[in-house]
């Protein structure tokens, strides 16, 4: 693998991880804006609301772990490469 490859590979990367945690982060932000608005509402259902808001936020978070294998796979076992 030449430099310049490399040099692309690696701005890639870091590029698509940005924007995949970019993405998580807003996401989660406006799922706990929901959740803290809907126990201020409704309290006795905070429990509930708790227990979605963690296992969306599991699913959240899952596409930045997805994101940062798909760029592991480019850094390190580039199928483009040859």
């Known amino acids: 693998m030449d430099s310049s490859a490399l040099g692309l590979?690696?701005?890639a990367a870091a590029i698509g991880?940005?924007?995949a945690a970019a993405?998580?982060?807003i996401g989660q932000g406006m799922g706990?804006?929901?959740a803290c608005e809907g126990t201020a509402r409704n309290p006795e259902a905070g429990?509930?609301?708790m227990v979605t808001l963690i296992l969306g936020?599991?699913?959240v978070e899952s596409l930045a772990i997805y994101a940062l294998v798909v760029n592991l796979i480019l850094l390190f076992a580039n199928p483009f490469m040859g």
């Open 23 to 25: 993405g998580c982060g």
């Open 47 to 49: 429990g509930k609301i």
């Open 17 to 19: 991880m940005a924007i």
């Open 32 to 34: 706990l804006k929901a």
């Open 57 to 59: 936020l599991a699913f």
């Open 9 to 11: 590979t690696c701005l």
